[in-house]
């Protein structure tokens, strides 16, 4: 919550003398009717933080707020509807996303680009914050090639968005990720048996790492790095059982997959008993943490202070802690980095 202090400092409370269409952010004086917020891609626990955060400070600076159902698909179609202070009353805490989210294929052709921008234009949308995941982010990048600026903030549970050392709904995925699996570990450990977790992560193997190490996994599997069958799963099995061990937790990252198969292979090669468990969609879901709460208020804070200076095809990143933005075409560029020391970690005190 801010204090009254900065809030005037800031030009979050109504002065005499800007009209309700002029705008001070950071000393910066620009024009901004009317702004779109949307969420597009896969869902992810804080959306409705980031939305919420959106609304009450573009309301609070007397910009009307239009509400975009389903993605890029709502802009298309037209389904859109006015916010008011209390559209976004009740939903900081619930997972999902309240205005619904889409891939949209319409929306990957010139002339779905088009249609949006003519929504855009005839509602007098003057800026659109886009909440999602790189698929997302290319879209804000075309619709503002297409004349209508937007800013992006990184909502997915993935954490791959390279720009960001953060993105919205990654701590509720993980922490909901750890629970399950040290419900299996319970079971794994009643019965000596070895159990191969999956977790979500295509290409981003954040949360396999983060988790397996919170249930201290004997073995962790990422798309990030190449693994050995018998040397980092078989060979650190049997290490721990020679020490005394008898139950065994393998986290591996929804990129590499097959753990239907890889504990068939782990039971044929070591003789104990392997259980496989992909954890899917549960992922997904859920009430956010405050982490995610946190940060997904400060960058739909950050998101409408852009659009208000006047940027555009910026997306809100987390650097150091620190809520920053960039281009989106170069953080489309960025090469997202491992934290291949951690790995290390994890190899080195799981054992
Ligand atoms: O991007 C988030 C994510 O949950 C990935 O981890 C996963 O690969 C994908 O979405 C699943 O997408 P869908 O819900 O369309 O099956």
Do not use: W
């Amino acid at each position: 919550m801010l204090r009254i202090g900065r809030r005037k400092r800031q030009g979050l409370c109504p002065s005499a003398d800007i009209s309700s269409n002029d705008l001070r952010f950071g000393g910066l004086v620009m024009s901004m009717n009317s702004i779109a917020v949307l969420t597009s891609g896969g869902d992810a626990p804080g959306m409705n933080a980031a939305v919420r955060a959106v609304a009450r400070t573009a309301i609070a600076n007397g910009i009307r707020v239009i509400g975009v159902r389903r993605g890029y698909n709502g802009l298309i179609s037209g389904d859109v509807f006015e916010m008011n202070l209390r559209s976004v009353s009740d939903i900081i805490h619930r997972g999902g996303t309240t205005l619904f989210t889409a891939r949209s294929p319409e929306f990957n052709t010139p002339a779905g680009v088009q249609k949006a921008a003519d929504t855009c234009r005839d509602l007098g949308i003057g800026g659109v914050v886009v909440i999602g995941g790189d698929g997302s982010f290319r879209g804000a990048r075309d619709l503002t090639n297409a004349g209508i600026p937007c800013v992006g903030i990184p909502g997915t549970i993935d954490n791959d968005i390279q720009c960001s050392e953060y993105t919205i709904g990654f701590d509720t995925a993980m922490n909901t990720a750890m629970e399950m699996v040290d419900r299996i570990r319970d079971t794994a450990q009643s019965h000596d048996r070895c159990s191969v977790v999956e977790v979500m992560g295509r290409r981003c193997g954040d949360i396999a790492l983060l988790t397996g190490i919170a249930v201290g996994a004997t073995s962790i599997l990422v798309p990030e790095v190449e693994y050995d069958f018998q040397k980092d799963i078989i060979d650190r099995m049997q290490f721990t059982q020679m020490t005394g061990k008898k139950h065994f937790i393998v986290v591996v990252a929804e990129g590499i997959g097959g753990v239907e198969q890889l504990a068939k292979d782990i039971e044929d090669k070591t003789g104990i008993e392997s259980r496989a468990t992909v954890l899917g969609h549960v992922q997904r879901g859920g009430s956010p943490t405050l982490r995610d709460r946190v940060v997904a208020s400060e960058m739909g804070y950050k998101a409408v202070e852009l659009l208000v200076q006047g940027k555009s095809n910026r997306v809100v990143a987390m650097r150091h802690g620190d809520i920053v933005d960039f281009d989106i075409t170069e953080a489309l560029q960025m090469k997202k980095q491992f934290n291949k020391e951690l790995y290390d970690i994890a190899l080195k005190i799981s054992i």
